[in-house]
């Protein structure tokens, strides 16, 4: 079946700060990527899709100069958080997807970064 | 961002009530709608997809949608203690999946 991994599960970082996380396809070739943010007020948001091929798309708020994001191949994704502050707080979830648009996305069970 | 919202926030139904969970667009762009269920601490999982207008059912679930109105309701009949979870609603438009904040679902034995 189709499974997703991400690590680390769960993060501390510094103000100021960044770290990396990862996301890992498993039993199927992850065409694209989305990545979410679900916040500790527990709204849900879409970071930036990631399709092999084209341009990483990124919603509004939301810069490749802050979640800077590699998909190399079809199996891998990875995001950074650069300098991190309070209200980078949240469950990042990865979302993966044999294709984009109408196909269902296989999540992973999320990194949870929290900032002192 | 807020394409999709949800409605209610939290519902608390008996075991072997009716849950009715509610769902609109504010995108004229959408075009496929799903219906996932996170249980605390895990991963959204897929519950149910609808594409076209009408109803869809599966087991005690039942998904109806009007694209006219780009809404989409989630109905959980015979409820569960189990089935106490946050429900997200998810739509997509330009290829890309929004979710909305969810409706987090209580059944209580």
């Known amino acids: ?116 | 961002q807020q394409k999709v919202q949800q409605s209610p926030e939290s519902l608390i139904v008996p075991e072997g009530g009716m849950a009715s969970l509610n769902c609109t667009s504010s995108d004229r762009n959408v075009d496929y709608f799903w219906w996932y269920r996170q249980h605390s601490g895990k991963s959204p999982k897929m519950l149910m997809s609808i594409f076209s207008n009408g109803e869809k059912e599966e087991g005690r679930f039942t998904v109806h949608l009007n694209k006219a109105s780009l809404h989409t309701s989630l109905h959980i009949r015979d409820s569960q203690p189990s089935d106490s979870a946050l429900y997200l609603c998810a739509a997509s438009t330009d290829n890309r999946i929004f979710f909305g904040d969810g409706t987090q679902l209580v059944v209580k034995p």
Request: hydrophobic share 35%; with cysteine; aromatic share 12%.
């Open chain 1, 1 to 116: 079946g189709a499974l997703v991994y991400q690590y680390p599960r769960r993060t501390i970082c510094k103000s100021g700060t960044s770290m990396r996380m990862e996301c890992q396809a498993v039993g199927f070739q992850a065409t694209s990527v989305a990545w979410y943010r679900q916040s500790p007020q527990k709204t849900f948001e879409l970071i930036a899709l990631s399709t092999v091929n084209s341009a990483i798309k990124y919603e509004q708020n939301f810069t490749q100069e802050k979640f800077p994001i590699s998909h190399p191949n079809l199996s891998f994704s990875s995001m950074t958080v650069l300098n991190a502050y309070l209200e980078d707080r949240g469950l990042y979830l990865c979302g993966a997807s044999p294709q984009g648009g109408q196909n269902t996305l296989y999540f992973g069970a999320g990194t949870r970064l929290s900032v002192l």
